[in-house]
């Protein structure tokens, strides 16, 4: 959901928002006994009631994770959306600032019921917004519980408890780091470059590329809205331009919600999504004999002359659709035209991080120029 700040969304339509969302978690508590109907809990083996007391009213909520990104606004925002789930007798923990990536690993490490990022991504410097995750970090989207929350904002909503929530911080920093450990080993020593306006993804970059044999050098780039696809677009530009002048073997542009990628050739040529794509197919086929693979329509259309032992299936274009189908089909990998990839670890993840580090371990397998590898890939995928 996104908004021009104060003009379309301000603190108090952000907590009635909220606490929409935070409705539509306490429907699924019953189901999973997280919230029992009556005061008096009952031993499962015994009609009796238990000796032992019940957990207050508050801690029985659902737990949710919170964070805002850079923006001005996203401060007041946070407040507005952190009030309303406390009123609605929510776990509240709060990560702080942070980024969509950052708090889709909380929400699924916490094993919390749901999350909400404040963030204006995709959009204008003006603009704010929220996005919602539901257990195991699963993207809400349209067709996938977006239109529940709309109809529960419009219809309206009561309080699901008399006795408020509790609110708590939590650093996910470090272990958000730990996990990418085992994934950036073994590299061929290259040097990269990265556009990204994210501070804590740099200083995780920084911080995992500190003991690796490869290079990383910064192109800053400012919040604002952006086209990863057009070549005219300016920080796509501005990459190119410092390709062109820098000695790198590779670019790379990470967009302001920390998951969409573009990826550059040391000559400062965009790539094209497509390319990449099947770089990263064929890498995981390798280690996978019996991989399955989800493509977006237009990326099934762009991908030719497959393996026959490949398995592949399309999916919508959503993120929220992007990770159902990997769930149900138990997919090693999804991915969309416009530079989403998803690979399976606890859950499905979307993370620029984790997209960098795939698509290094595919070029190690080769000595060969990024342009050269890739122009032979694109080649098979007009």
């Known amino acids: 959901m996104r908004g021009v700040y104060l003009n379309q969304i301000d603190r108090t339509q952000a907590a009635h928002l909220a606490g929409a969302f935070?409705?539509?978690?306490?429907?699924?508590?019953?189901?999973?006994?997280l919230a029992p109907d009556s005061k008096t809990a009952r031993s499962p083996r015994s009609s009796t009631p238990s000796r032992e007391q019940p957990r207050p009213e508050k801690s029985r909520g659902p737990c949710v994770v919170i964070g805002?990104?850079?923006?001005?606004?996203?401060?007041?925002?946070?407040?507005?959306?952190?009030?309303?789930?406390?009123?609605?007798?929510?776990?509240?923990?709060?990560?702080?600032?942070?980024?969509?990536a950052i708090l889709a690993y909380a929400t699924s490490h916490l094993?919390?019921?749901?999350?909400?990022?404040?963030t204006g991504s995709h959009c204008g410097p003006s603009s704010t917004g929220l996005e919602f995750l539901l257990e195991q970090s699963q993207p809400v989207s349209r067709g996938f519980h977006l239109e529940r929350i709309q109809e529960i904002a419009e219809q309206g909503y009561g309080r699901a408890s008399r006795q408020p929530g509790?609110?708590?911080?939590?650093?996910?920093?470090?272990?958000?780091?730990?996990?990418?450990?085992?994934?950036?080993?073994?590299?061929?020593p290259l040097k990269i470059a990265v556009a990204c306006s994210l501070r804590l993804v740099r200083e995780t970059l920084d911080s995992l590329f500190d003991k690796l044999?490869?290079?990383?050098?910064?192109?800053?780039?400012p919040h604002q809205k952006r086209n990863l696809l057009d070549p005219d677009d300016s920080d796509v530009r501005k990459m190119q331009q410092y390709l062109e002048t820098h000695n790198c073997d590779l670019g790379l542009l990470i967009d302001d919600d920390s998951r969409q990628t573009a990826f550059f050739s040391e000559t400062?040529?965009?790539?094209?999504?497509?390319?990449?794509?099947?770089?990263?197919?064929?890498?995981?086929?390798?280690?996978?004999?019996?991989?399955?693979?989800?493509?977006?329509?237009?990326?099934?259309?762009?991908?030719?002359?497959?393996?026959?032992?490949?398995?592949?299936?399309?999916?919508?274009g959503t993120l929220a659709d992007s990770y159902f189908q990997m769930q149900q089909l138990r997919a090693v990998y999804a991915a969309d035209h416009s530079g989403y990839h998803w690979f399976r670890?606890?859950?499905?993840?979307?993370?620029?991080?984790?997209?960098?580090?795939?698509?290094?371990?595919a070029l190690s397998f080769s000595d060969a120029p990024v342009s050269e590898l890739l122009s032979s890939t694109d080649e098979e995928t007009p």
């Open 166 to 188: 509790s609110q708590r911080t939590f650093h996910p920093m470090e272990t958000y780091r730990s996990q990418f450990l085992k994934h950036f080993h073994a590299l061929r």
């Open 213 to 221: 044999p490869c290079q990383l050098s910064w192109v800053d780039i």
């Open 68 to 100: 805002f990104d850079e923006r001005p606004s996203s401060p007041d925002i946070i407040t507005g959306v952190a009030g309303a789930l406390r009123r609605n007798g929510c776990r509240v923990i709060d990560l702080g600032l942070t980024v969509p």
């Open 268 to 316: 400062g040529e965009l790539l094209p999504n497509h390319a990449v794509t099947r770089l990263l197919m064929q890498a995981l086929a390798a280690e996978q004999s019996e991989a399955v693979f989800v493509l977006d329509q237009i990326s099934r259309e762009q991908q030719t002359e497959l393996p026959a032992d490949w398995n592949l299936h399309t999916h919508r």
């Open 111 to 118: 094993q919390a019921q749901g999350a909400i990022m404040v």
């Open 345 to 361: 670890e606890t859950v499905p993840t979307c993370d620029a991080i984790l997209t960098l580090a795939h698509v290094l371990a």
């Open 22 to 33: 935070s409705h539509l978690l306490w429907e699924s508590l019953p189901l999973k006994g």
